[in-house]
């Protein structure tokens, strides 16, 4: 009896030596995986007319205009997205663009844009918007980025006229 008691023992043990090595192989391997850092984003702005702005008029066209760099290269697709801030409920996708990028580390940094035409103008009130970001996926490594949550940079839209 006592025997079957030590088998029971020894595989219990045996069993959480097993869960502890897949945690620690699971927590360790991304480090070790050769996964490449994602490139940085170096700025990201508001245009219209070509001018920098931080506010813009309903109808204005305007273009999102990021600014990456990589350390080492990124072969991949960056996806560059212009979302709409809604207070105190879900963000939405307003305007999107997916760019195919081969960037060398260290070299110049590639500018990603995107055109759109602010629909509505900023209200702030609760499920309303408060105006637009910018959010960046770098897909081929699996990070984004996103814009402060601050009033600039983000971009205010005010009525036409």
């Known amino acids: 009896m006592k025997a079957r008691g030590v088998r029971g023992q020894i595989l219990v043990f045996i069993v959480l030596i097993l869960i502890f090595a897949f945690v620690v192989f699971a ?3 991304p480090h070790f995986g050769g996964q490449k850092p994602a490139p940085s984003v170096l700025e990201a702005y ?4 070509g001018q920098r702005v931080t506010s813009a008029s309903v109808g204005d066209s305007v273009e999102a205009v990021v600014s ?9 697709s960056v996806v560059v997205k212009v979302r709409k801030d ?8 307003y305007a999107v ?3 195919p990028v081969d960037m060398v580390g260290g070299g110049e940094p590639a500018l990603l844009k995107v055109e759109f035409v602010p629909d509505e103008a900023s209200v702030g009130r609760v499920g309303s918007l408060k105006g637009y970001f910018i959010e960046v996926e770098f897909s081929a490594v699996g990070a984004s980025w996103t814009m402060d949550s601050g009033y600039p940079p983000r971009l205010e839209v005010v009525k036409q006229g």
């Open 27 to 29: 927590l360790l391997a």
């Open 46 to 49: 508001w245009r219209v007319d």
């Open 68 to 76: 990456v760099q990589a350390s080492e290269q990124y072969v991949g």
């Open 86 to 93: 809604v207070s105190w409920w879900f963000d939405k996708d």
């Open 97 to 99: 663009a997916t760019v």
